[in-house]
Structure formats: structure tokens, C-alpha cells
């Protein structure tokens, strides 16, 4: 697969997965901004682009070391607003299965979103968010290589769409790795 062919479109911080308007630009990744930090349009187009980066390299080292079995990409929209590309890997001389995904979506915050969100003013006044992210779940056939779990995000919440100067928001990055051995050697769990 030319993973080049596929890269999200980054004109604007929905990279391309539907439409919203584009954030006020600045130089850097983050910006202090209404009394919180933000990323601003270049921040998001940094983040959208480095993901895909990770995504197409993750996928081109993952089919060299298997030497057999080659992503498979499905290119998804949200109705809400955004979208993605899931790419699975199977039937593999290394992998059993495994998927390595990314996404670019925003929507309007729920009731049920903002409950969670415990910083996010609880008010009537309406909130809208933008993430991107990278999930990763790669299982080997050996049973004796640990199952790979990882996902990192960054999330933003604003008081209206990215429309320019005077909005408020925050974001935040979340996100980790693990490995999941399907058998545990006593050894290999001591620091």
C-alpha cells in the first residue's frame, strides 16, 4: 500500500475528515489563551500530521517485520463531523491480527460529556470539541511476544467552533502504552 496516497488533508484542523472552520493561526504547538491553553490551527495541523507520520510508519515497519501480510485501510467518516482511517494487518507470518487507526473528529459536548469532563463549567452555554489520535492493538501468533496496546489523543473543548480571537478552551493529551503477555514469567515483571 502507498501510504503517502492516503494522508489525511491537513487545510484545515478537521484534517480534511468533514467541515468546520479553520482556528486563528499561530507559530507553535500551544498558545496561552483566554486564561487556558490551547493549540490554535498550526498546533492541531502539527498534531493531525505527526499522527499520520506515526501511522504510515508504524504500518511500513510492521508489514517488513511480518515479511507476509500487508494493511488493509478503511477510510471512515462520522456523521457528526470527521473521520479516519482504520488499517488492519492479518494472517501473518508474525501477526495474527492487529489494527493501527487514527482519527480527526469534533461535535458539539453532550450532557453526558460534560458530566465526565468534571473542569468543563457546568452551564447551559454550548461547548464543542476537536480530537485526533493514534490506537494501536497488534497480537502476534507467538503466544510467548506480548499482545501491544497504545493510544494517545489530544482534545480540545471550546465555547464555539474554532473560529478566531476572543474564544476560550482547554486541551490536554492523553493516552499510553502497555504490553499483555499471555504468559507471565516472573522475571520479566521485577524492576
Not at 507520520?53 to 504500518?59: E, F, K, S, V, Y
Amino acid at each position: 500500500m502507498n501510504y503517502k496516497k492516503s494522508m489525511i488533508d491537513l487545510s484545515s484542523p478537521t484534517g480534511g475528515q468533514g467541515t468546520s472552520p479553520t482556528g486563528p493561526k499561530d507559530s507553535g504547538l500551544f498558545r496561552r489563551e483566554q486564561g487556558a491553553f490551547s493549540t490554535g490551527a498550526q498546533g492541531r495541523e502539527k498534531w493531525v500530521t505527526y499522527i499520520n507520520d506515526l501511522q504510515n510508519r508504524i504500518c511500513i515497519a510492521l508489514e517488513e517485520v511480518d515479511g507476509k501480510a500487508s494493511f488493509v485501510e478503511d477510510v471512515w467518516e462520522r456523521p457528526e463531523g470527521g473521520g479516519g482511517k482504520t488499517r488492519v494487518i492479518s494472517n501473518g507470518n508474525v501477526f495474527e491480527k492487529g489494527g493501527v487507526n487514527t482519527s480527526v473528529v469534533f461535535g458539539n459536548v453532550t450532557d453526558a460529556m460534560r458530566s465526565q469532563l468534571k473542569y468543563i463549567p457546568q452551564s447551559d452555554e454550548p461547548l464543542t470539541w476537536w480530537a485526533c489520535g493514534l490506537s494501536v492493538v497488534i497480537h502476534p501468533l507467538n503466544p510467548f511476544v506480548p499482545t501491544v496496546h497504545c493510544n494517545y489523543r489530544m482534545f480540545e473543548v471550546y465555547n464555539s467552533f474554532p473560529t478566531g480571537e476572543g474564544r476560550e478552551g482547554a486541551c490536554w493529551f492523553g493516552g499510553g502504552t502497555d504490553l499483555t503477555p499471555c504468559y507471565l514469567f516472573e522475571e520479566d515483571a521485577r524492576q
